[in-house]
């Protein structure tokens, strides 16, 4: 699947085939958190690789007894190095800089895992303390995100999403203290306006062949809220 297929129908999974997973696409899920963007391209961040048993049942007492985490084959846990931003960035580096690095790793690695015909599930509700001392991670690392994986054995129906009108904000459509002026009914037509996705939409048809089928419907969908808008 292409990049856009992978983000569009990626789906957060709880139960998992009694399956093991391939050590090749575990290295590829794993280059692909290596690869994540951080900053200052510092990298503090460290992967704890999770098989044993008894380490993935107390990982699971530790996310407040979600059982169904140790019954993925392996537990990744992402966890930062804080100090190690705090060096170059101060307050700002170890406490803000060190989760948004870890959890562009995070997703990476949800990607790759869908990618592969894998998946999991982002965890971040859990006790740090008892993680970090189930895995030995010592006062240098805190744990960040908890990424069960394995092969699926449930499929997850597509979450609402709210649509794009409702999240994005021009600048110069701005009013009163709380944004909601910015609000704009019908953004496709906005942003042709502004060149952005209008140029997307012009080129489609020569790209059309190299998407996907969720590909294709994306563009098709936006085409026709460009039409619409051209209409009213």
Known sequence: MDAIECIMTRRSVRKFMDVPVEKNKLGIILEAGAHAPSAGNIQNWKFFYVRRPDLKKAIADACQQQNWVATAPVIIVVASEPEKAARYYGVRGERL???QNCAAVAENMLLATHALGLASCWIGAFSE???NRTLNMGEKFRPQIILPIGYPDEQTPEPMRLRIEQLVIF????????GGGGRIEDIPWALKDYNVLGRLIDSASESSKKLSK???KFIEKIKTKIEEGKKQ
């Open 129 to 131: 303390e008892s993680v």
């Open 214 to 216: 969720t590909g294709k």
């Open 97 to 99: 800089y060190s989760i």
């Open 171 to 178: 600048e110069d459509q701005r009013g009163g203290g709380n």
